[in-house]
């Protein structure tokens, strides 16, 4: 049985692409993506397109639409209007495009039809790979060059999928040079099994000492730095079949525990590559000996939620008698041997991965948890519920 959804992500460049896939086990993310794009590519006159609560689908169509050089306006729903589109609007403008946001910064995303300028370099500063895709959708549909500078490595499902449709793009060094002149070739996409769902499944199988297997789960090194991390803690995990369709690498996984969990610290250059694994990180950092260290992640407080901020608050509802330090760029957690099993009520700030967290949180502590609500969840893994009480409880 493997009810994972398909891989968030990638899924999403498809559509955005206009690449075919199949379109079996997807979120409502992907969905408000998908219905984006067809309500685009449907009209001729400017269109106001809804892309829900997903932040991946308005970057990434905000980049494709600015290129196109038409009217347009991108719209969210309440969790998506508080993020921050200056990170996109800025070098798109900076580039030729002219995009208005609600006081500088926020969704409505206002699109007027514009050129960009044949070449453009952008040094990208944020570790953000919905930037960097962004920058290039835009290459993509106006038919110019970018070179992009980037720092730190992040997700690069953009770049494997516009290779695998035989773009002309390359990397050297830190530079990802792309000249979206050459026409690409419309394949079908094989989307693998989406390894940030996956993640709540492997920490299942630590925390309740079950050995279930994933199969086809994808692998790209830039999403799987959790695995890495959860050996270091002294899990023990296994990937088999490893194979690459797609462009994508994708493998079975397996995971348990070996022996008790160890505190681990993280920062630097590995953060983008677990960067939405870290509040199941800070979760499994309860139940483990000693600290556990997470810097370098302001990035976290732009998320569905700030999660730092709901993350630790949450926490410390769950388990009062917890050692935590709340810093700008991430926490400490120092774990209690204490034990109260009150109930606890999540307040969820509507974001899914805070959700998921603290079902797991639960399942490790057999401690109730309530949630304020949970319908987040189906923007990334509507089978969540279902699948954690036919296999963990
Ligand atoms: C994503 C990139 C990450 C990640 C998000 C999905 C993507 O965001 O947190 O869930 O599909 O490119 P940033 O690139 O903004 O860090």
């Not at 699109?111 to 070449?119: H, R, T, V």
């Not at 038919?143 to 695998?164: A, F, G, V, W």
């Not at 994508?248 to 939405?276: C, F, M, Q, W, Y």
């Not at 800070?282 to 992640?297: E, H, P, Q």
């Amino acid at each position: 049985m493997n009810l994972l959804p398909k891989d968030k992500s990638i899924a999403q460049r498809c559509a955005v692409l206009g690449l075919d896939f199949d379109q079996n086990d997807i979120g409502e993310d992907v969905k408000s993506t998908i219905g984006a794009v067809k309500k685009f590519k449907s009209f001729n006159a400017s269109a106001t397109l809804d892309l829900g609560n997903s932040g991946t689908g308005i970057r990434l169509l905000s980049g494709y639409i600015a290129g196109s050089g038409k009217d347009c306006m991108l719209v969210g729903d309440e969790s998506l209007s508080k993020r921050p589109m200056n990170r996109i609007a800025k070098p798109l403008n900076d580039w030729g495009a002219k995009i208005s946001l609600f006081d500088d910064q926020f969704p409505p995303i206002k699109i007027k039809a514009a050129e960009l300028k044949p070449e453009y370099f952008y040094d990208l500063k944020i570790p953000s790979a919905q930037i960097k895709s962004c920058l290039l959708l835009a290459a993509l549909a106006s038919k110019t060059k970018i070179t992009i500078s980037e720092n730190t490595p992040s997700r690069d499902h953009t770049e494997r999928m516009l290779e695998e449709c035989e773009a002309d793009i390359k990397r050297e060094g830190k530079h990802i040079i792309f000249d979206g002149r050459k026409e690409i070739i419309h394949k079908f996409i094989d989307v693998p099994k989406d390894f940030s769902s996956a993640a709540y499944l492997i920490a299942a199988n630590i925390i309740t000492n079950k050995t279930i297997q994933l199969d086809n789960v994808g692998v790209n090194p830039t999403r799987t730095a959790f695995l890495d991390v959860l050996s270091e803690m002294g899990a023990s995990i296994v990937l088999e079949n490893t194979e690459i369709k797609s462009n994508e690498p994708r493998a079975t996984i397996r995971s348990s525990a070996t022996h008790e969990l160890n505190g681990v610290t993280i920062e630097g250059r590995k953060i983008p590559n677990l960067i939405d694994e870290i509040p199941l990180i800070a979760i499994l950092a309860m139940f483990a000996k000693g600290k556990t260290v997470v810097r370098d992640a302001k990035e976290l407080r732009y998320k569905e939620s700030d999660r730092i901020s709901l993350l630790l608050s949450n926490m410390k509802k769950f388990d009062p008698n917890i050692g935590i330090i709340e810093y700008d760029d991430g926490f400490e957690i120092m774990p209690s041997t204490k034990k109260d099993t009150n109930t606890v009520n999540i307040m969820t700030g509507g974001d899914h991965r805070i959700i998921m967290s603290f079902v797991i949180a639960s399942l490790g502590s057999g401690k109730k948890v309530t949630f304020d609500e949970t319908s987040s969840v189906e923007t990334s893994f509507p089978n969540f519920f279902e699948v954690i009480s036919k296999w963990y409880q």
